[in-house]
């Protein structure tokens, strides 16, 4: 069977209290987002993007994964082949909910990596020593994360698991960053999930749509694509 495509955005972490920087309050609001998530931001701001990161590594440290995270984690390891978890995400919520092999776009949190080798490194929740350099090349190290502007290496294997879609499920995301309208056009059918209805997001491409949060959604998307499988077997 063409696999299942799991794709999620921001609201998937919503409610385990993660924030994005579109909300008005908590980390975002007291840092300048073009000084310390865009491309070059690293070579004038390197200390203060840094300390950014660090403080969103100290805050998510303490965050739970949710009911939806849990669930996309079941479906994931109980049909491991046939189903693909893509997320825009940077938090590991779906690792430690006991999620295997899943895709970020934007890049891990957890990460560090050489701006001139790619040397990687998990450091979990620590901070970055801004003055600790690569062990391999002694370059300087950076998040992880893919700032706007930057070349996103994961988005090609999005496209490529989309080419053996049959289900495309879209959760937490308001299709500014990724066009979600032309995502859909690989899959035989379509469910979407989201807080509130976005003005980047065609409705009708849909078969089934959810304007709730994810934690009572994924339930039911939970039934359809179990049901789906089964039709296969």
Not at 78 to 83: C, K, L, T
Not at 201 to 215: D, G, K, L, R
Request: net charge negative; glycine share 6%.
């Amino acid at each position: 069977m063409s696999k299942i495509v799991i794709f999620s955005g921001a609201g998937i972490s919503a409610p385990s209290g993660i924030s994005t920087f579109r909300d008005s309050d908590g980390l975002w609001e007291k840092y300048d987002i073009k000084e310390i998530c865009s491309a070059g931001c690293l070579d004038w701001n390197y200390e203060k993007t840094i300390e950014f990161y660090n403080k969103r590594r100290e805050d998510i440290k303490t965050k739970e994964p949710n009911e939806a995270h849990k669930i996309v984690a079941e479906l994931k390891n109980r049909f491991s082949d046939q189903i693909s978890v893509i997320t825009q995400n940077v938090d590991d919520m779906f690792e430690r909910a006991g999620c295997k092999e899943v895709s970020h776009l934007h890049g891990f949190l957890r990460e560090i990596r050489c701006m001139e080798c790619d040397y990687i490194k998990d450091i979990g929740y620590d901070k970055q020593d801004p003055n600790k350099k690569c062990p391999i090349c002694n370059g300087k190290l950076r998040p992880n994360i893919v700032f706007f502007g930057e070349m996103a290496p994961m988005y090609e294997k999005l496209y490529k698991e989309l080419e053996d879609c049959e289900i495309l499920v879209v959760v937490g995301t308001s299709g500014a960053v990724i066009n979600v309208n032309m995502l859909t056009q690989w899959a035989d059918y379509r469910i979407l999930n989201n807080l509130e209805k976005s003005e980047f997001i065609e409705e009708s491409i849909f078969e089934e749509i959810y304007y709730e949060s994810t934690t009572t959604a994924m339930p039911k998307i939970k039934e359809t694509i179990i049901k789906k499988l089964q039709q296969k077997e």
